[in-house]
C-alpha cells in the first residue's frame, strides 16, 4: 500500500510532473505533424502514381492502333511488356470494340483505391478498341511507411534532447532550493528559532525563504513574550485565592436558583403534558389534536433552552467549584461565569414567559364550544347573520363587508361550524390583512359548482407572499410572533373545513391586491360528527 501510494500523481516530484508535461506536450503535435507528414506524402505519391498512369493509358491508346487493326496482339505485346516492368502497373487489358472482344491482356487484377484507367482507340473517326490501365498502391504504402519512420526518430530525439535540457535546468532552479527550503522548515518546526536562514536569489523561492525567515523571527519573539506572560499569570493567582471564597457563596445560591427555575420548567412541562391529555381524553376539539404536537414543537424551543441553560449553569458551577478546590481557578473565569450567569438567567426568564403564553393562548381555544348537530340552513342567510355577529362584537378597525351571494342555497352541514370558520376569516382580514386600521373591505361570493358550493372571502389588504402561502395552515406559524399572533387560527379553521365540513379550503392574492380565501363545501356534509372520528357531544 505504501509503494502504491509513492507512485501516486501527488507524490510525484515536481521534475517528473514538469517533464511528463513536457512530453505530452511534444507527443500530441508531434502526432498531429506525423499524421499530416503521412497525408501529404501519400496525396503526393499518389498524384504522381495517376500521373503515370494516364500516360502510359495514352501512350497504349495511340501505339496500338494499327496491332489492333491488323489483329496482330504480337505486334502489341513487346510494349506491354515494357510497361509491366514497372512494379506500380499490375494490369492492362484490350478489347476490341464494338463486340467488346478480348484481344489481349497482361499482368494481374489487384485490388487498389486508384480506380484504372481507360482510353479508346480510334482510326478515322471510328473506335477500333478500348485499352484499360490498372496500377496498385504497393509503392505508396512503403515510401509513406518509410517517412513516417523517419519523422519518428527525428521527433524522438528531438524530445530526449528537450527533456534532458529541462530536467538539468529544473534541478538546479527549482528543485534543489525547494530541498533547502524543506530542511530549513523542519529546523523551525524542531524548535531551533535561533538558527539564522539566509536567501540571497530574488526570484520566487527567494522571497518564500525570506519569508520563511521572517517567520521565524516572528515566533521567536511570541516565544519571548509567552514567557513574560507566564510571570504575571504566577502574580494572578495570588488574587484568584482571594476569589475563591466569594465564588463559593455565589455558586451555592445560583445552584438554588437553577434548582427552582428547573422545578419551575418541569411543572410547566408537565401541566402543557396534561393539557394536552384532556384535550384528547375530552374529544370536545378532536380536530386539534395533530396540532397539540406543533405546539409540544413550539414549547420545545423556549422550555429546551431553558433546561439546556439550566444543566449548563449547573455544570459550570461544579467545574468552579472543581478548580477552586484544586487551587487552579482564574480570575478570568470568575468575571466570566459571572457575566454568563446574568444573561443566562435573562434568557430562563423570557423562555419561561414565552412558554406561559402559548399555554394560556392554547388553553382559551381549547374552551370553545365543541357541541354541534347536522342542520339544513340558507346560506345567504347563516352568512349574514354571522356577519351582523363580528360587526357587532368587532372591538378592532371597522371594516366594510360585502355580501354578493343569492338566495336559495340550501346545505345541509353544521351552521355553527361554518359560522366560526367565517368568523375567523373576517378576523384575519382584520388583523393581518389591514393591520388594524380603518378602511378595509372584505367580499363574500358564492356560486355552484355541480354538487358542490364555492365560497370565495377576498379582501383588499396587503395580500400574502408567496412563501407564506405555502405555510398559512401550518399549526403555530404566524407572521405576528410576539404580536399576539400564534398560529392557531387558519389551522383550525383548515381542520374544521376538511375533516368536518368535508371540504377544501386554499388561498390566493387577489387582483389588483388583497388576499383571497376560496371554500368548496358538499351540499350535505359526509356523515355525522362520529365518521369523522370527532364527538361533538356537549361537556
Known amino acids: 500500500m505504501q509503494s502504491i501510494r509513492r507512485l501516486s500523481p501527488r507524490n510525484l516530484s515536481l521534475r517528473y510532473v514538469v517533464l511528463l508535461a513536457l512530453l505530452v506536450g511534444l507527443v500530441a503535435p508531434s502526432w498531429i505533424a506525423l499524421e499530416f507528414e503521412r497525408t501529404e506524402v501519400q496525396s503526393r505519391l499518389t498524384q504522381e502514381l495517376t500521373t503515370s498512369r494516364?500516360?502510359?493509358?495514352?501512350?497504349?491508346?495511340?501505339?496500338?492502333?494499327?496491332?489492333?487493326?491488323?489483329?496482330?496482339?504480337?505486334?502489341?505485346?513487346?510494349?506491354?511488356?515494357?510497361?509491366?516492368?514497372?512494379?506500380?502497373?499490375?494490369?492492362?487489358?484490350?478489347?476490341?470494340?464494338?463486340?467488346?472482344?478480348?484481344?489481349?491482356?497482361?499482368?494481374?487484377?489487384?485490388?487498389?483505391?486508384?480506380?484504372?484507367?481507360?482510353?479508346?482507340?480510334?482510326?478515322?473517326?471510328?473506335?477500333?478498341?478500348?485499352?484499360?490501365?490498372?496500377?496498385?498502391?504497393?509503392?505508396?504504402?512503403?515510401?509513406?511507411?518509410?517517412?513516417?519512420?523517419?519523422?519518428?526518430?527525428?521527433?524522438?530525439?528531438?524530445?530526449?534532447?528537450?527533456?534532458?535540457?529541462?530536467?538539468?535546468?529544473?534541478?538546479?532552479?527549482?528543485?534543489?532550493?525547494?530541498?533547502?527550503?524543506?530542511?530549513?522548515?523542519?529546523?523551525?518546526?524542531?524548535?531551533?528559532?535561533?538558527?539564522?536562514?539566509?536567501?540571497?536569489?530574488?526570484?520566487?523561492?527567494?522571497?518564500?525563504?525570506?519569508?520563511?525567515?521572517?517567520?521565524?523571527?516572528?515566533?521567536?519573539?511570541?516565544?519571548?513574550?509567552?514567557?513574560?506572560?507566564?510571570?504575571?499569570?504566577?502574580?494572578?493567582?495570588?488574587?484568584?485565592?482571594?476569589?475563591?471564597?466569594?465564588?463559593?457563596?455565589?455558586?451555592?445560591?445560583?445552584?438554588?436558583?437553577?434548582?427552582?427555575?428547573?422545578?419551575?420548567?418541569?411543572?410547566?412541562?408537565?401541566?402543557?403534558?396534561?393539557?394536552?391529555?384532556?384535550?384528547?381524553?375530552?374529544?370536545?376539539?378532536?380536530?386539534?389534536?395533530?396540532?397539540?404536537?406543533?405546539?409540544?414543537?413550539?414549547?420545545?424551543?423556549?422550555?429546551?433552552?431553558?433546561?439546556?441553560?439550566?444543566?449548563?449553569?449547573?455544570?459550570?458551577?461544579?467545574?468552579?467549584?472543581?478548580?477552586?478546590?484544586?487551587?487552579t481557578l482564574k480570575k478570568s473565569s470568575l468575571a466570566d461565569f459571572l457575566h454568563d450567569s446574568s444573561e443566562a438567567s435573562d434568557v430562563l426568564e423570557r423562555s419561561l414567559g414565552r412558554a406561559a403564553a402559548l399555554i394560556n393562548s392554547f388553553k382559551k381555544i381549547a374552551e370553545r364550544d365543541s357541541t354541534e348537530n347536522l342542520s339544513t340552513f340558507d346560506l345567504a342567510e347563516l352568512i349574514s347573520r354571522t356577519c351582523d355577529s363580528f360587526s357587532g362584537s368587532n372591538q378592532g378597525a371597522p371594516i366594510e363587508v360585502v355580501i354578493q351571494i343569492p338566495t336559495g342555497i340550501f346545505l345541509t352541514t353544521y351552521s355553527d361550524l361554518l359560522g366560526q370558520v367565517l368568523l375567523s376569516l373576517l378576523s384575519n382580514a382584520q388583523l393581518h390583512g389591514f393591520d388594524n386600521e380603518p378602511g378595509g373591505r372584505v367580499m363574500l361570493n358564492a356560486t355552484l359548482v355541480r354538487h358542490q358550493v364555492e365560497l370565495t372571502v377576498s379582501d383588499n389588504g396587503t395580500g400574502v407572499p408567496d412563501d407564506v402561502q405555502q405555510r398559512i395552515f401550518e399549526p403555530l406559524f404566524t407572521t405576528r410572533m410576539g404580536r399576539g399572533g400564534i398560529g392557531m387560527g387558519l389551522s383550525v379553521t383548515q381542520n374544521i373545513v376538511m375533516r368536518n365540513l368535508g371540504g377544501k379550503i386554499h388561498v390566493r392574492n387577489s387582483v389588483p391586491r388583497g388576499a383571497c380565501f376560496v371554500i368548496t363545501l358538499p351540499m350535505v356534509a359526509p356523515g355525522s360528527m362520529a365518521d369523522n372520528g370527532l364527538d361533538r357531544s356537549p361537556g
Open 54 to 327: 494516364d500516360r502510359y493509358a495514352d501512350l497504349l491508346s495511340v501505339s496500338l492502333r494499327e496491332a489492333v487493326w491488323q489483329l496482330a496482339p504480337m505486334f502489341a505485346e513487346p510494349l506491354i511488356d515494357k510497361i509491366l516492368e514497372d512494379p506500380n502497373v499490375s494490369f492492362i487489358e484490350v478489347r476490341r470494340q464494338p463486340e467488346g472482344q478480348l484481344f489481349l491482356q497482361r499482368g494481374t487484377p489487384m485490388l487498389s483505391p486508384i480506380a484504372p484507367a481507360m482510353r479508346e482507340m480510334s482510326l478515322k473517326g471510328k473506335v477500333l478498341a478500348t485499352v484499360s490501365v490498372q496500377v496498385n498502391d504497393r509503392g505508396i504504402v512503403a515510401a509513406t511507411q518509410a517517412a513516417q519512420l523517419r519523422f519518428f526518430w527525428r521527433t524522438v530525439a528531438i524530445a530526449g534532447a528537450a527533456a534532458l535540457l529541462i530536467f538539468a535546468v529544473l534541478h538546479w532552479r527549482l528543485t534543489r532550493p525547494i530541498d533547502d527550503l524543506v530542511r530549513q522548515s523542519k529546523a523551525l518546526a524542531q524548535g531551533r528559532l535561533n538558527e539564522a536562514l539566509h536567501w540571497k536569489r530574488d526570484d520566487e523561492v527567494g522571497r518564500v525563504g525570506r519569508s520563511l525567515e521572517d517567520t521565524r523571527v516572528a515566533l521567536f519573539k511570541l516565544v519571548g513574550e509567552l514567557q513574560e506572560v507566564n510571570i504575571s499569570l504566577l502574580l494572578e493567582n495570588e488574587q484568584r485565592k482571594t476569589a475563591e471564597n466569594k465564588l463559593a457563596r455565589y455558586a451555592d445560591e445560583l445552584e438554588v436558583r437553577v434548582t427552582e427555575r428547573t422545578e419551575t420548567l418541569t411543572t410547566a412541562l408537565t401541566d402543557l403534558r396534561q393539557t394536552q391529555s384532556d384535550l384528547i381524553e375530552s374529544k370536545k376539539l378532536a380536530s386539534l389534536g395533530r396540532m397539540v404536537a406543533g405546539l409540544s414543537h413550539e414549547l420545545n424551543t423556549p422550555i429546551g433552552n431553558a433546561l439546556t441553560i439550566g444543566s449548563s449553569i449547573g455544570e459550570r458551577i461544579r467545574q468552579l467549584q472543581k478548580d477552586c478546590a484544586s487551587g
